[in-house]
Every structure is written in C-alpha cells, then in structure tokens.
C-alpha cells in the first residue's frame, strides 16, 4: 500500500541493484506492517553532481534519500521500524555509512489512495478488498506463495 | 490550489498527451473543488524501465502515478471523486487498463502554500484573495471566461 | 530537519545558481527554526518544458516550485515565515517575479524522519542528539560555528 521513492545519485545504483533495493524495501513493509508485498511500489530518481545539497554545501556522493508515502495507522512503533529496516537495507546494499541516509515518511488515508485503480481499503480489510478485485486484477495480484505474505 | 505530480514511463506520453491530461486533471479539481483552474500546477516525471517497482519486481510499462498535493479540507467524498476522476481520465487518454493506474492525494494546509509568490487562502476565500492580489498577477490571473470557472 | 525539493526548467539554474539557493533555503530554514543548518537537505528536479503546467496550460518557462518537507510543530506563524523567506529568496536570486514562484511546506512526524542513520529528535532535543550520535557521525557534523547556529 506504500510508494517509495528513492533518490540516488547518478552512477551510484545500476538496474541489479535498484531491483534489490526495491524487492527489499517492499519486504521491509510487508514485514512490519503485514501489507502485501504486490501493493508496494517503488520509484527512483537520479540525482546529478549539482543537484544535492546538505548543509547548503554539496552532499557527499553517495548520500542517499528515501521518501516513503504510507497509510496512516495509529500504531505505536511501526514507522520506526520501517526507517530503521530501510536505514540497514540501503547501508548493506549500497555499501555506505548510515551517516549517508536519509530517509522519511509521511502519511496519507487510505481513503486518498488509489492502487490498481482502486481506492486502498482501511487497514485490517485488505483480504476483503482483494477479493472484491475485478477478476482480472485479481488473478493478476494474489499469487499464494508472496503476494499476501500468507 | 494543488499541485499534481505525473510519473510515466520514457516514450509513453507524448508533449500532445502531457498536455491533454495536465488540461484534465486542472478540469476535474476545479469540478470537484471549486477552486480556480488557474491554480491547478501539473508536473511530469519521466520514469525509466529500471525506475519503477511494484510488488518488488519491475512495474508494467504502462503504469502511471499520479501524486496530488491538495488544500486540506474536512469534506466527504471531496477526494475520492477527484482520484476516481483522475484514474478515469487516465484510463482513457493513455489507453490503459485502470489495473496500471494509481493516484495519491496528500493534503496540506493552505497556509502552507504559496502560489503565484502568495499564501493561499482558506477554502471559500478564493475570489477575495484573488481581488486583493497585486494589479500586475491578477490581471494575468483572472479571464472570466475560464480562470474562475464562473 | 527538512527536505527541500526545488523544481526548475532546464537551463534555467547552473550550478552556481542551485549552491545559491540550497545555501539560502538553509539559512532561511535554520534562522525561523533554530534548527542547525547541517541538517537541511536540498534537492534539485530538472523540468522539461513540456513537463510543467499550471492552469492546464504550459506554465511560464521561468516558473518554479519549492516543495519543503518539515518537521511537524505547533507554532503559529513559522511555516508562514519559511514560504514568505523562500518566495523572496527565489525572486531575488533568479531575478523573476514573485508571480513565478510556487511554495508548499508539508509536515512530518519527527520520528517519521531518519536523517544522517538516525531518527530525528522532538523539536528542542537537537543538542542532546547531536552529542548522542555515534562519534565519526558527530565530528563530521558539529562545526561550531555553523552547524548548530550557535
């Protein structure tokens, strides 16, 4: 249910290793929050030399930011748990100091997001909701073995 | 008052149909909201094939993602109608199925939005701001016959 | 504590010109907030001149927009005084009128926000993260007479 965009710097990430960050991100939040792994999304930009600044001075090359867009849920730990998966994820893939991380959060109601073009369900009815699926959706997203994490 | 974020894939939307949606999404908020179409921002992100993620592996070709930034405001329905009409219009001027289209609405205050170098104004205030704004934006602001939308 | 996300046209920035304002948005940011200037982030997006619409027409070829993403606090008229900062900032440097510029603020939870591998501190509690984190990410960041505005 989230979408993550991940800025990287030009060169720094080739295909293999943004495929690796995205299925590992997506594992992430389907660990801590239960969400299916088929409803996670991930973005990336390329960041060039002259267009990453941190305290209005150049930012080290292989400074990285990882901006997450998420349902809203009245839980105690459960952001913090992501950032701090995301956090370990981006240091063992990229091979970079967690002093070069980024990494934020913000929240949105279930209610303004569409996925697959339908209005994302509250959190807690997603079986229900993939069930109402269109059939054609339906077949396309719920494969047992990972997309319910079942 | 919003500003909506386009994300497509290289060669899918040519300058004819960034145009066409940008007129579409500007049309569906001022229908669902009022506000002015004068005020609607729209951005595209060109995404590449090793950009895009979904489920943790690499996201259909034609997927979109559109990511509105809106003024908050406690109403119903207000923003369901406006991503229902945004996957809509999508389906049909890309040729999609809705299955590869998804839409987010973040809300923010309106005193936290500067257009046109101004602060927004609270929902309902819009034709006074607009009459209080300097000569030289409101008279390139306001044609009567579609700024408004009266 | 904040991302600042800023939208140009192509050619419309050089290097110098984006060190100028990454610089500028953190001065801004830091002397409304208190928070240090080190922990401003700033990132720039190259627009396309198909890429940009406002009013479902092409928007002005020197129009920009700055979308910050800060640390959620209740105070009065602190996010005012950032976009009032940033509009005048982006005016000045650029040489455009205020009527190009677009500034929006959303707010984040400050434990929704790693920055440098750490989550973020309460608003008022940056000294004592500052001397909690680990020493190589201290000595990098604590120059004392910039980092921490003293």
Redesign the interface.
């Known amino acids: 249910m989230p979408?993550y965009e991940c800025?990287t710097h030009r060169g720094q990430v080739d295909?293999a290793a943004?495929?690796q960050l995205?299925?590992?991100?997506?594992?992430i939040h389907h660990e801590v929050t239960g969400a299916?792994?088929?409803?996670?999304?991930?973005?990336?930009?390329?960041?060039d030399p002259?267009?990453?600044?941190?305290?209005?001075?150049?930012?080290p090359a292989n400074g990285v930011?990882v901006?997450g867009?998420i349902r809203s849920k009245p839980t105690g730990d459960r952001?913090?748990r992501i950032?701090?998966g995301?956090?370990d994820l981006l240091?063992r893939t990229l091979q970079i100091?967690?002093?070069?991380?980024?990494?934020?959060?913000?929240?949105?109601?279930p209610?303004?997001?569409?996925?697959?073009?339908?209005?994302l369900p509250e959190p807690g009815a997603e079986r229900s909701w993939f069930d109402n699926l269109p059939p054609?959706?339906h077949n396309?997203l719920v494969t047992p073995d990972?997309?319910l994490g079942a």
């Open positions: 979408t800025y295909a943004k495929a995205a299925a590992g991100i997506a594992q299916p792994i088929m409803l996670s999304q991930c973005i990336f930009h390329t960041l002259d267009d990453h600044f941190i305290g209005g001075q150049p930012a930011w901006h867009h952001n913090k950032t701090a995301i956090t240091t100091s967690s002093s070069a991380v980024w990494v934020y959060l913000s929240e949105l109601s209610g303004d997001m569409v996925e697959f073009g339908h209005a054609n959706v396309q990972h997309a």
